[in-house]
Nanobody
Framework: QVQLVESGGGSVQAGGSLRLSCAAS????????MGWFRQAPGKKHEGVAF????????YYSDFVKGRFTISQDNAKNTLHLQMNSLKPDDTDMYYC????????????????WGQGTQVTVSS
């Protein structure tokens, strides 16, 4: 059974940093694309960053490029999102997700989700 558990959210001031983590279990970790999404109340998930070790790629949305870094710790089956230079617009619930098409990353092809962790950035 696939399980994804996020941690590391919280409240920071603009310009600060947070590191999100996602502990994965129940499958062969490096065989799948992993991603971070965010979701505001009443809106659908929006892709933030994706990573696929088996394909050798990372992707960042334009609004986080240069500020966020996605990484994986294969020894611990853990996904991370280092968030620097945070802005009030980054305030959202952040979710870890696993792709359903092996190492292929596509925003509509994520089928397993964590429970989410809240990030709040004050000005």
């Amino acid at each position: 059974q696939v399980q994804l558990v996020e941690s590391g959210g919280g409240s920071v001031q603009a310009g600060g940093s947070l590191r999100l983590s996602c502990a994965a279990s129940g499958y062969t970790y490096r065989d799948y694309c992993m991603g971070w999404f965010r979701q505001a109340p009443g809106k659908k998930h929006e892709g933030v960053a994706f990573i696929s070790l088996i394909v050798g790629m990372t992707y960042y949305s334009d609004f986080v490029k240069g500020r966020f870094t996605i990484s994986q710790d294969n020894a611990k089956n853990t996904l991370h999102l280092q968030m620097n230079s945070l802005k009030p617009d980054d305030t959202d619930m952040y979710y870890c997700a696993r792709g359903t098409q092996g190492g292929y990353c596509k925003e509509g092809e994520f089928g397993y989700w964590g429970q989410g962790t809240q990030v709040t950035v004050s000005s």
